[in-house]
């Protein structure tokens, strides 16, 4: 049995959709964000009490780069990963965790616009910076893509399902017209077969209340 932790419309949707594009049959154990159930017991899978966790061949791993990294070296018939010695391995590598660093600005602005308690306590110059590292990174992927249709030349991989996912979630906080590669990039993702029976196994997301959150004015 592959049993995936899973929160809706967060990190942990990566591995939802490897798992789908890997055609494995899998289990999704569904958790809340705000209601406390990634605490306690939780922990005893993914320390830091986040998703994805996934059990897998009587382990369990955490932190969804090592999972790809796994299921791709496990199931390498997939051809979804990219070996050592072949030619896209180094920028298969980089994109997979690239992935991490757009991610980290989202969760940052998640939490000033989403998470906090007392939303007087966000701090619009945090927003802005992060907002700008943001938009940075977005450059820098529609770069990547530049005369091609995936992230690595030779076709989709598992890079693909580790930073396309952001592009579901940046558009949250950064309007995604100016950049029409990735505009292009996330309709081809978003009609792949794998990624609608993952969308479909998904759930609802329950933080997002806005189709937008803008930087706030700083001052006067």
Known sequence: MIRLHHVPFSRSFRVLWLLEELGLDFEVVPYDIRDGSLRGAFQELSPAGRVPALEIGGQVLFESGAIHEYLCETYSEAGLGRDPGTPQRARYLEALHFAETMAGCIEQLNIQHVFLRDPTQASPTVI???????????????????????????????????????????????????????????????????????????????????????????GP
């Open 128 to 218: 802005k910076l992060v907002t700008a590292r943001l938009a940075g990174t977005l450059r820098a992927m529609e770069r990547m893509l530049e005369g091609q249709e995936y992230l690595l030349a030779d076709g989709f991989s598992a890079a693909d399902t580790m930073m396309g996912f952001n592009l579901f979630a940046a558009p949250y906080y950064v309007h995604l017209d100016a950049y029409p590669g990735l505009m292009a990039y996330r309709g081809r993702i978003s009609a792949r077969p794998a990624y609608s029976r993952a969308r479909a196994r998904d759930g609802e997301q329950t933080f997002y209340t806005r189709d937008f959150y803008p930087v706030p004015a700083s």
